[in-house]
């Protein structure tokens, strides 16, 4: 739908409609102003040059995933602007968690080495192939690899499948229409289209998710003692094979006993 004001983002400024001022073709879409009582994530998704593709900002309300705003560019500078832009997105919308796709010679990873210097809530990527210690890893930003994108699609479709979030934009609409699989681990926009609002998005989405999943950081479960399945002075002519058979028994019990313990 459309929004309830478009704009442009500058300084905190109270003599001049604060954090924004009002232009009918603004980069900023705003459905719902913030809420000092909600918490909010961002996704940014930088363009690869002015003038080239779009740098999307998608600001999602954490509660229930639903698009309140979005800032969308392809005129701003992913250095110094458009840190200034985000950082006020993020504070306008308390302090809101903010996720940039940071690939290694991607412009977002200036963006995000930048931003951090400024802004306190930077998005700290997650070791999400190790669930069980469910550990934070040294690495802020959004690292966009063929796995992790896969990532981020699939969890877009399901919770877009559920009807678990809310769009209001419709040019993300749009995109999501000519977004597509080319391979295993391949999407993106066919060709002639667009997908700046899709990634940043997915990128709001997962982060979003992300912090209403309990137990990142959370200390691995201690491991539980386990009687030994041979006495020590058990003495066989096969002592190699029945030791070779214990340690694989004593290997399985101590799997199950982490599980058991996580559980």
Partial sequence: RDPRCRGEIHAFDPH??????????????IWEMP?????????????????????????????????????????????????????????????????????????????NAELQKV??????????????SRTLSQNTGFNTTPNSKMLLVS???????AGKVTIRDETLWKELTTFRKYSDRHYEAIPGEKDDCVMAFAIALRA???ETFEGWDAPAPEKATLTPALEPCYYDRNWDKIVRAAEAKNGFDRALAEMEAWE
């Fill in 16 to 29: 001049h409609g604060g954090w924004f001022s009002q232009e009918a073709e603004g980069p900023l879409s």
């Fill in 35 to 111: 809420d000092p009582n909600e918490q909010y994530d961002i996704g940014v998704d930088v363009c690869a040059g002015v003038g080239q593709t779009y740098t999307v900002a998608c600001v999602l309300r954490r509660r229930d995933k639903c698009q309140v705003a979005q800032y969308r560019s392809n005129t701003i500078n992913p250095g110094d602007p458009l840190v200034q832009a985000t950082k006020w997105l993020g504070l306008a919308y308390n302090t809101a968690q903010i996720a940039i796709e940071s690939n290694p010679g991607n412009p977002g990873a200036y963006t």
């Fill in 119 to 132: 802004y306190p809530n930077i998005f700290i990527w997650k070791h999400y192939n190790k669930i069980i």
């Fill in 155 to 161: 969890t877009m479709i399901d919770w877009l499948s």
């Fill in 208 to 210: 979003s998710i992300d």
